[in-house]
């Protein structure tokens, strides 16, 4: 934000020069991001007057001009201007004047220019007639800037311009507002600081407050239909008035911030918000139909036109302003082109309103439209300064324009905003700010500032101001009292304590780093996604499936869109987006992993904030052809048994053979079918196929099939770290069998293997399906089963005794399983 050194001293009584108050702002909390000189010393520029003027000889638009400028002789002076004309009183820089011109190469930087007797298409000129932008007054350049007939020939124009109360050169300080200090985006606001650390009286300006009703009441209804995003509608009328051009010294002021001045009546309104952080509109009140005012979401479909003549489809809930019979503007953003303030307006309405700062925000983001007022509201502005404001700008208007204030306020207040009010330990703020600090200089900076600022000795109890939204607990409050008091002025202590720890290494994190070499060198890549979604998202995802249990949604408070309003119980939406994001671009062969936090709101006895619950996640997503595409093979797309064999490897590293996995074949509203995980029967994750709905709904082009798993629950169970082992290749040979049983087709095949592995003792070494067969020969509702085994042990076996361990396995699946060996 960019704010008037010139304009900052109308409010506070300094003696700081520019430099030294940016220091001193960036001190506090301000920081200057850096400082602008504007305008020229104005040395050697003096007022003359055009005796003459003639067309010059040899170019069209040049005019040979006879300036007096009350010294020996007129000066003889081409000038370029259209406006230029005898008689007038007009700025000249004289030979020797030094001014900042534009550029010729680059216009917009500008470079020091030294006026010198010259000759311009064979006509002496023997100075310049000067426009408003070359002499750094403002961004006019439409001809040379004309003065009043009381200017004194000759005189210096700097004193011109300070007999009128005009100043020539400024300094504009850039300074970066973090989005906590909604207050500091005003020029009352940074001098209020400013005030505070000089220990000089706040200037406010004198403003005529009205009270709710009088005359205003019976010109203007205003009826509130969304209290929740509009707390409060304060409207004024001023009557009579003449739109015309602003001032010299209005003009002036909105120039040096970079405003391009309009018209008095919506000068006024930009000037107020610079000045007290209030965004206000001016609406011709002849054109509100109805006399009345409606605050409420838009009904679907509207479309409106904005004061740019642009045409907007508006988003749903998008919070708008009418008459009584169609919308008049964007709440909070921008007028309608269909009741702005014309050179015809005579009356005008004024609006000052408090607006939901998330309302605003959604609004403005769907229509990438950001305007000054939508910058503050998104912020928050002070919930108590909407009369005031109005009341500043109704009285600027009558003095301005020449019209006459309708007394009293329309003031609809649905819902009132309470401001907080803190208590702060004396011993706390010294700790923090590590130095010792006065009681009285803790309540002098403190009240400076706007708080109510009670000492009961040891401790005080702060009553916030309504325009800091931003504090709320003692650390706030505590942060003022450092920030004014001056970071610089904190105390480097003498020595530092260093805490004399052997340094270990984090187990749990040694072996989360195996994990992902392990994955990466299958082929995925990790990915890191926002932990925060849409809530309407966070609740579709938000299933037992996922989550291992019960709980709801975790909302946000305050957020800064709606994208971001609630944290994610799952990692899988965010790696969908991915998905789709890399889909988009060509990638289709996808492996991505990662590792987050996931959240719930519920009971947890290990939970670090209470009634909520939090644990590390780690997801894998596979989808897409399962080898690059080449021309010597054909196209084999991944599916769900290659994830599940990635998984199995990685748990079987992890906690060797004490994974159990049970098939579940209900649909969910985000998966299709999963295979759920235990270990030593307690959940650890899910293998699932991503369901068609959520395919379609992130537009993705090949079945996903994911694993996420509760790395938390998984951790008591790991071996800590993965151990590397050596394993000598056996000088025996193997022994291979095949077994083929029919079994019920609803049987699933990891029970039936882990059975085999019991009964086939030490000597069964590897077990893996080669068939599965449904159709003739086996009767129906079962299916055959083939298995390759292979057993093995130090020694040469014995036909013997791989036969008892293949009998062992037979009679064992008979026996739990009703399995029959096929023959």
Known sequence: MNLSYNWLKDYVDHQLQPEELSDLLTMSGLEVEGVEVIGNSMEGVVVGHVLSVSRHPNADRLSCCVVDVAGEEPLPIVCGAPNVAAGQRVPVATVGTRLMLPGRENPDEKVEVKIKKSKIRGEESRGMICAEDELGLSDNHDGIMVLDGEAKIGQAFSSYLEERSLSFQDHVIDVSITPNRPDAISHIGASRDVAAIVNTPLLYPEVDVPNSGGDAQSLIDVEIEAPEACRRYAAMVVQGITVKESPAWLKQRLTAIGL??????????????????????????????????????????????????????????????????????????????????????????????????????????????????????????????????????AALMAELGGGTIVSGVQDEHPSPITPPVVAVRHKRIETIVGRKIDAEEVVRLLSSIGFKVEDKGGSYTCAVPSFRPDVEREIDVIEEVARLSGYHNIPEPAHTVVPSLTPRVNPELVLRRQVKTLLLGLGFRETYTNSMLRKEVAETFNVPVLTGGEGDVVETLKPISQEMAALRPSLLPGLLSVIGYNQNRGQRSLRLMEFGKVFQAGMDSNAFVPGYKEHTSLILCMCGPLEQVHWSSSVKSVTFHDLKGVVEALLQNLCGDAVEMKPVYDETPVTAYHLALEVKGTPVGVIAAVSESQQKAYSLRDPVYVAELNWGALLPHLKSPISIMFSEFSRFPVVERDLAIQIDQSQAVGDLMQDMERAGGKLLKHIHVFDVYEGEQVETGKKSIAFGLRFGAGRTLKDKEVDRSVESIVKSLNKNFGAELRK
């Not at 939901?356 to 769907?366: H, L, N, Q």
């Not at 990438?368 to 007022?373: E, F, G, H, I, R």
């Open 260 to 393: 391009r001045p309009r018209n008095n009546m919506v000068d006024i309104t930009n000037y107020v918000m610079y000045e007290c952080g209030q965004p206000l509109h001016a609406f011709d009140y002849d054109q509100i139909a109805g006399k009345k005012i409606i605050v409420r979401f838009n009904k679907g479909g509207e479309k409106f036109t904005t004061l740019d003549s642009k045409e907007r489809e508006l988003p749903d809930n998008t919070l708008m302003i009418c008459d009584g019979d169609r919308p008049v503007a964007l709440a909070g953003i921008m007028g309608g082109e269909n009741s702005e303030v014309t050179d015809q307006t005579v009356n005008v309405l004024i609006e000052s309103a408090y607006f939901d700062p998330s309302t605003i925000r959604k609004t403005a983001k769907a229509l990438s439209l950001q305007t000054d007022a939508s910058y503050r509201f998104e912020r928050g502005v002070d919930s108590n300064g909407q009369v005031w404001a109005a009341a500043r700008a």
